[in-house]
């Protein structure tokens, strides 16, 4: 038997315990905040326990265990593939709402419900399980195989990717990273737009309303200071060229649409500017002194948050008594990985070989973890379950979108790392 026949072996063979495995991890609380994750951690520890596999543990927070585990390959030095998923999921919110447990775990006309079975249990589960048959076939794999659970990506990443790319770089940096986050079957996201959030204050003289002459309107200020951001969603990204020759493919963009929604193709290249509040005056009959505007610009990849800023900068120097701040400082720029990268071939191509049509790649509206790696220069690759229902009320994930995408990521790393 050929090895990649073994592979596909385990693939079918261990289905109940791939399902066992996703049930028992959908009845562990993971909810973050508070984000204990440490029972989660210890189910996982225990599986490579089981299978063999060598891991330690980082734990800059106690409660929020990091887990990294590797393996070398038998047929010598190589490239070095990371794997990468989270532990933590959304909080329930409203318990009251929910049809079952949260925690439940149950399964129902082929699918398994729980908070976080679509963000990413499912997908953290998959690579788990790919990474395992890797390690039983390693012989004939060359390079290296690491796999990165981390505890920390619902609140920022800070204590989990980011941390274990800053402490740890050389056990995970490598030389490309596969992610499960949820992408829908139809797409592989290789790139991700990013936020910049600003605070805009405008204060005036203010005055009586019957005498405009004497004092100005903070909410009139706001009102031209408004039209202006709006046109800096017209502002041209410089995209890489085979990201732009990419995302102009009628089939990609198609493939954005009937992911993200009617209108995706084109906000996914462009920056979008959400006037999220306004606060200005006092009472109808007076000149409102000031006004404060909190303002959401999502970036695409070719625009950098410093020519953003530049642009805001100029338009708030037109208006009279407007300062601005950034929220979140130093936040991350849209990042994004060549999508002619040979592993973007290998998925495409698995996945396509499985479903009626190959899923597209394309660029995502949300982020992940895999910014942490693209900022550094490393490509990485999403591709997971259906996002519908994520981090909502009865979240469920398909089982047989589950197997799928174990599959396929277990068949492009084996591609990847075993050269044909
Ligand atoms: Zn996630």
Known sequence: ?????????????????????????????????PGDTRQAADFFRAFLDKEGIAHRTEAPKANNPNIIASFEGGRGPGRHLVLNGHLDVFPVGDRATWQRDPWSGDISDGRLHGRGTVDMKCGTTALLFAFAYLHRLRADLSGRVTLTVVSDEETGGKWGTAWLLEKCAKDVTGDCVLNSEPSGLATVRFGEKCMLWLRFTIAVKGGHSAYPHTGGSANKVAAALIQDLLAIEKMAPDEPATVRATL????????????????????????????????????????????????????????????????????????PGTRFEELLPGGPEANVSDPTHEM?????????????????PIVSLGGTDTRFWRTRGVPAFVYGCSPAGMGGVDESVSLAEFHHVMKVHALAAWDFLAGG
């Open 344 to 360: 973007m071939g290998h998925l495409l191509r698995r996945a396509g070989a499985l479903l009626d049509a190959p899923p597209q």
């Open 1 to 33: 038997m050929t090895t990649e026949a073994e592979l596909l072996g385990f693939l079918k063979s261990e289905r109940d315990r791939q399902v066992d495995f996703l049930q028992r991890f959908a009845r562990i609380d993971t909810a973050n905040p």
């Open 248 to 319: 102009d493919r009628p089939e990609v963009r198609a493939a954005a649409e009937l992911s993200l929604g009617a209108g995706a193709a084109d906000v996914t290249r462009r920056v979008s500017v959400n006037i999220g509040t306004i606060q200005g005056g006092v009472k109808i009959n007076m000149l409102p002194p000031d006004c404060v505007l909190e303002v959401d610009f999502r970036l695409p990849v070719g625009i950098s948050r410093a020519a953003v800023l530049g642009r805001v900068a100029e338009i708030a120097r037109r208006h």
